[in-house]
């Protein structure tokens, strides 16, 4: 009886993984409550904004502060459309803001895809040239870019905007790793075997693989253009060319005093387009940042 014990100790494991007596446990409810503070805090200005752009201007200055939504908000909308064309604005800003995402989208890519894939003379020395302009700060261009609008006869023109926003540093680098890291090089050999050409490759194989990443940048540069403030209040002076931004600025300078009830009621009015948009294009942005992650 001794021999077998010993011989039964001294055999080697089978390699069988033992079967686990309990199942994976999922969050713990703390973690569903730091969730719900986090996005308590996240939503909570925007809807403090609202309960301010629905009273009165003193609201802002209650203790304790107001928490409840006022009767005001439809009266003070209307007040705003009064003061400013504010439907002409934020359609000059859809403008804008649709044309410089789409734009950046499609130029970034193409110079993303050639840096990534395509083989040319000095494609580092470049690529490390459009990454420096990045450190550059944009406060040193207005002045010779203001020149050059000026001589095209662009001031109070949208093209003022649209025009040096289409391309971005950032958004050729953005696209370059995109296509660096999610299109394979074997792909673009296959397709040169093939017999496609490089526009072909670029537009039916490489660019559909990066929709995700592509989403992001046009999302992000749509934000941007629509939040822009300060080379829009230089280059439009007329009221049919404001944009969202510059009618916010100009419905504050109408009054000796600000009146923080009609101005939170035309932030609000602003800011729901962007919320319409994430919320629409929310899966994308974050299954891009998401996909951005896991490959890096």
């Known amino acids: 009886m001794t021999t077998i014990l010993r011989r039964t100790s001294e055999e080697p494991d089978s390699g069988k993984a033992r079967p686990r007596s309990s199942s994976r446990r999922g969050p713990s409810w703390w973690v569903y409550l730091l969730l719900t503070l986090f996005v308590l805090a996240s939503i909570f200005p925007f809807y403090w904004m609202f309960v301010v752009g629905s009273q009165d201007s003193s609201a802002i200055n209650d203790v304790p502060p107001a928490m409840v939504p006022g009767p005001n908000f439809w009266d003070q909308t209307l007040e705003v459309f009064n003061r400013v064309d504010f439907g002409r604005a934020l359609l000059n800003s859809m403008i804008v803001a649709t ?5 950046q989208v ?11 894939k395509l083989r040319f003379p000095l494609k580092n020395t470049l690529f490390v040239f459009v990454i420096a302009t990045m450190m550059v700060p944009l406060q040193l261009g207005v002045i010779p870019q203001f020149i050059l609008i000026s001589e095209l006869g662009w001031v109070n023109d949208l093209r003022a905007l649209i025009v040096p926003g289409i ?3 950032f958004g050729v680098f953005w696209m370059r790793q995109a296509f660096d890291q999610g299109v394979p090089d074997e792909l673009i050999q296959a397709a040169k075997v093939d017999g496609a050409s490089n526009i072909r490759t670029f537009w039916s194989i490489a660019l559909p693989v990066v929709r995700a990443p592509s989403a992001v940048l046009g999302l992000f540069a749509f934000m941007f253009a629509w939040n822009d403030f300060f080379w829009p209040l230089i280059v439009l002076n007329k009221q049919d060319s404001f944009t969202v931004q510059v ?7 109408q009054a000796y005093v600000t009146d923080f009830g009609i101005q939170m009621t035309a932030t609000v009015l602003a800011t729901i387009p962007l919320l319409v948009i994430f919320v629409v294009f929310g899966k994308q942005i974050v299954g891009g940042i ?4 896991l490959k890096g």
């Open 99 to 103: 044309s410089i995402a789409m734009g």
């Open 106 to 116: 499609l130029f970034s890519a193409l110079a993303g895809y050639a840096f990534a």
């Open 167 to 169: 391309v971005t540093a």
């Open 247 to 253: 009618a916010l600025r100009q419905i504050q300078n």
């Open 290 to 293: 998401m996909e951005g992650a």
